[in-house]
């Protein structure tokens, strides 16, 4: 029981409980305890979602609303990227502290290089 815990030695074990249910509860010794980030002093990032601002071709109005962005912001953003039109992304997503992520339509795509 101790080994399904991680425990391979008892000296490990501070205080070792048989629950009711026929479980083992393990409260580790604090050297043989498994250390977590404020222990290491790492503090993560924020993380943010993705927005996805343009779809098939069409702007998601509420999304660029709700991450307080503009039309204007992203045609500057999709021309930085050579897209000349919105119609021309097949997709586009905004994550904040990112770059524009947009993927353009494989058969524009295609027919642009033939030219």
Do not use: C, H
């Not at 509420?62 to 050579?82: I, M, S, V």
């Amino acid at each position: 029981m101790l080994r399904n815990k991680d425990v391979f030695s008892i000296k490990e074990v501070d205080y070792a409980i048989l629950e009711t249910n026929g479980q083992l509860s393990i409260l580790k010794k604090p050297e043989f305890q498994t250390p977590n980030k404020k222990d290491l002093n790492v503090y993560p990032n924020p993380v943010y979602l993705p927005a996805t601002l343009v779809s098939d071709g069409e702007i998601i109005y509420d999304n660029l609303k709700e991450e307080g962005l503009t039309e204007e912001w992203l045609q500057d953003e999709l021309q930085r990227q050579k897209f000349e039109r919105v119609e021309d992304v097949l997709y586009a997503e905004y994550t904040k502290d990112q770059k524009l992520f947009a993927l353009p339509y494989v058969e524009k795509a295609k027919r642009k290089s033939k030219k």
